[in-house]
């Protein structure tokens, strides 16, 4: 050890050994090196207790860690980073109640609420407290917070699992309003959303709208919105979204040609279905054990 060899240990010697304890998952190691770290009279400081919380949220011990949250202020203030590790902590456990409260020690300690302390929050409450979740950021905003597209984005997500589609859209108008860039695959959540709801011109709508924001689907986009056509039994438009594929320079996969011919058997459109294998082939995509199952169902 260090004292044998004429080497006094010290704040910076201790936290890079808890450091390197806790990137090689050895966290037990590092909370007994902590101990040894008071025994010698050496304060921890909030790069000490950072590795340590991060790490103890990883393994889920999320009480272990707002233990040694809660004495980190003796030492310092507590930068944000580790008050959002425990947040995330207690929302993979799905326990919000402590997760807000949190947030509400982070606030009164002077530190202030991120887009990542928002965004975890919002993800969180999405598994079933919605409502709460939209209530939060309309109280964040109000109090100066600018939402980001990964705070809106956590929102509409919430919106669409709970079938809400009409809040989810007024969510995404909002977003448009504050000039905040919607990412594509939200917009394939939407209409897929829409297109579950029989609300087939709106569906539509959304994406002719896509390209009126300078984005262009892409063919995971693409493909689902024509999945979500094929599963309602709508293989017309399906189609007309792999017109729009073609338009767009966007080569399709298996997955288009697999769910296209899905609709078409299940619409017993047998010709169609033969017809849209030889295109496939010609397209160089060869038909895999999906495809030759659905058309055995024909």
């Known amino acids: 050890m260090m004292p044998l060899k004429g080497c006094q240990r010290n704040e910076y010697s201790y936290t890079i050994l808890i450091q390197g304890l806790c990137e090689a998952q050895c966290v037990r190691e590092a909370l007994a090196l902590l101990l040894m770290m008071r025994r010698d009279w050496c304060s921890p400081d909030s790069h ?57 020690l982070m606030e009164g300690n002077g530190c202030r609420p991120d887009d990542w302390t928002y965004g975890s929050l919002i993800h969180g409450l999405c598994g079933g407290k919605i409502d709460e979740a939209e ?63 029989d609300r087939l011109k709106e569906a539509k709508e959304l994406l002719t709208e896509i390209s009126t924001t300078g984005l262009v689907p892409n063919v995971v986009t693409y493909s689902s919105i024509s999945d979500g056509y094929c599963k309602t039994r709508k293989v017309d438009f399906a189609l007309e979204v792999l017109k729009m594929m073609e338009r767009d320079g966007c080569q399709p996969n298996s997955w288009t040609y697999n769910s296209l011919m899905y609709g078409l058997i299940q619409g017993k459109q047998l010709h169609k279905a033969m017809a849209l294998i030889t295109k496939m082939q010609k397209d160089g995509i060869t038909p895999d054990v999906i495809t030759y199952t659905t058309l055995d169902q024909g």
């Open 135 to 197: 209530q939060l950021l309309d109280s964040a905003v109000k109090g100066g917070f600018t939402p980001t597209v990964v705070t809106f984005t956590n929102l509409i997500d919430g919106y669409c699992k709970a079938e809400r589609i009409d809040d989810a859209l007024r969510v995404k108008n909002n977003m448009l309003l504050s000039k905040c860039k919607i990412h594509v695959n939200v917009y394939g959540k939407l209409i897929n959303s829409l297109i579950k709801k």
């Open 48 to 104: 000490t207790y950072k590795f340590l919380i991060g790490s103890l949220c990883k393994e889920g011990r999320v009480g272990d860690a707002r233990m040694l949250l809660e004495e980190m202020p003796q030492g310092g203030p507590v930068p944000s980073r580790e008050y959002n590790a425990m947040i995330m902590g207690y929302c993979k456990a799905g326990m919000m109640q402590e997760a807000l409260g949190i947030k509400e």
